[in-house]
């Protein structure tokens, strides 16, 4: 654009005065006519050149079609004229440059090969060299002497731009690019996975995350990654452990910890919403959900909170560390030394000190918030406790038919049943006065 904007400058007084002087002029009344003539007629064929070459530089790329735009006005202008007891030293000139570009072109063809720049650039500049080299004009006496030396000059100074740039302007080929011989692993973007109903999960196989992404560093929800979810959580002193990821018991939402923004998310479908705020890996709850829904959602770390996701209340336990159950009947939690029972309300139902309790390996509450029962694994030793009493109802070892032995405690039905199971998956029924079991049908 500025190339064009100087060709399409126009003539004034002041530029005609300007070039006079530059030549040695005095205007009169006879050759005034003829200066004015030069000028327009020069600036005209120039900005003809520059139209046509701009676009065709910005299109390539290449600058040289400029020079040639701004240059070839003079090298074919029709009013050169050879001079030769004046003009030697340009002459000279030319041929210099004219050797140069010659040499300069030969080495980048040596080096570079043949390009489709460098032939039309070659072209340009022997086409130039012919017309440099045809026969000189003869003298025009009625002509301006000192017009027709600056035409002459300023036609060999063209010709030794245009042969100089057509060889050191020539774009080289466009250079392959070379890929190193190691690249860091760039993980896959992170999208936010969502659900309908939670059929299966799986977590995460691959414990360090700096590895090659892989569907073994994410959780699985239904059999497609869901890489929301952080895989793993550092413990001080320990080797990674697998992030909080639970499910709710009717399918419906999960909570597990964010992986990028580092706190634990609540989702249902695409419903998502954080349950607390930034956390460090040492600060991260334990994550129960109440049985049976996906309202109602229990963390437990400094304190116990207790959140309704229906209607944003919060429900704090102070002192309590873990949570053993939960259902409609209310919660059962421990802090310090006790373990405590509370109803939906929060209101506490009773206590029992934890050595009372033996080393349970899970507690039931019944539905109705009533009884209380512990599961001691290795024995199959099942007790019951009256929660408003803290009295111990029974206490019986669980007789296992066959060679069956227990494998977990499944809790109270709806009916008041208390269910287990044993290494071989059958399902049986308890009587908790007694300890004999009931296959279940």
Not at 36 to 64: E, N
Not at 234 to 259: E, I, M, N, T, W
């Amino acid at each position: 654009m500025a190339v064009i904007a100087a060709a399409a400058m126009p003539v004034t007084r002041e530029r005609l005065t300007r070039f006079a002087s530059a030549l040695g002029l005095s205007v009169t009344a006879a050759n005034a006519r003829q200066i004015v003539d030069h000028v327009t007629g020069l600036r005209r064929r120039r900005l003809i050149c520059v139209a046509v070459a701009a676009p065709l530089s910005f299109w390539t790329g290449d600058p040289f079609y400029l020079v040639l735009g701004w240059c070839a006005s003079y090298v074919f202008s029709d009013k050169r004229a050879r001079l030769a007891a004046e003009l030697k030293i340009h002459r000279a000139t030319w041929l210099l440059a004219l050797g140069t570009a010659t040499f300069a072109g030969g080495y980048r063809l040596i080096n570079q090969g043949v390009t489709a720049a460098l032939l039309i650039h070659a072209a340009v500049v022997i086409a130039v060299a012919v017309v440099m080299a045809r026969p000189a004009r003869p003298y025009v006496a009625h002509r301006e002497p000192a017009i027709l030396r600056a035409s002459a000059r300023n036609a060999y100074s063209a010709g030794s731009a245009i042969a100089l740039s057509g060889a050191l302007l020539a774009p080289g080929p466009v250079p392959e690019r070379e890929l190193p011989e190691y690249t860091t692993p760039v993980p896959l973007a992170i999208h936010t996975a969502t659900f309908d109903t939670i059929g299966e999960f799986k977590g995460p196989t691959c414990p360090w995350a700096d590895q090659l992404d892989d569907p073994c560093h994410h959780w699985l929800v239904n059999g497609e990654p869901f890489p929301q979810a952080a895989p793993y959580v550092v413990r001080k002193g320990g080797a990674p452990a697998r992030a909080p990821f639970v499910r709710s018991p009717d399918k419906q939402a999960v909570v597990y910890l964010h992986r990028q923004e580092r706190r634990l998310v609540y989702q249902k479908g695409d419903d998502v919403r954080p349950l607390t705020g930034v956390l460090a890996d040492t600060e991260v709850p334990e994550v129960t959900f109440a049985a049976g829904q996906s309202r109602q959602v229990a963390l437990a770390g400094h304190d116990v909170r207790v959140l309704d996701l229906e209607d944003g209340t919060t429900r704090v336990i102070p002192g309590a560390r873990q949570v053993h159950d939960f259902n409609e009947g209310g919660i059962v939690v421990e802090a310090a030394s006790r373990v405590v029972v509370l109803d939906r309300q929060g209101r506490e139902r009773g206590g029992f000190p934890v050595k009372e309790l033996g080393d349970a390996d899970s507690y039931h509450l019944r539905r109705d918030g009533r009884r209380l029962v512990t599961f001691q694994l290795y024995e199959g030793l099942t007790e019951t406790y009256d929660t408003r009493t803290g009295k111990r109802l029974s206490s019986v070892v669980l007789d296992f038919p066959g060679d069956d032995s227990p494998d977990t405690a499944l809790g109270w039905t709806k009916q008041g049943i208390f269910l287990v199971r044993g290494t071989a998956d059958d399902v049986y029924h308890v009587d908790l006065t007694t300890g004999k079991l009931k296959l279940r049908p």
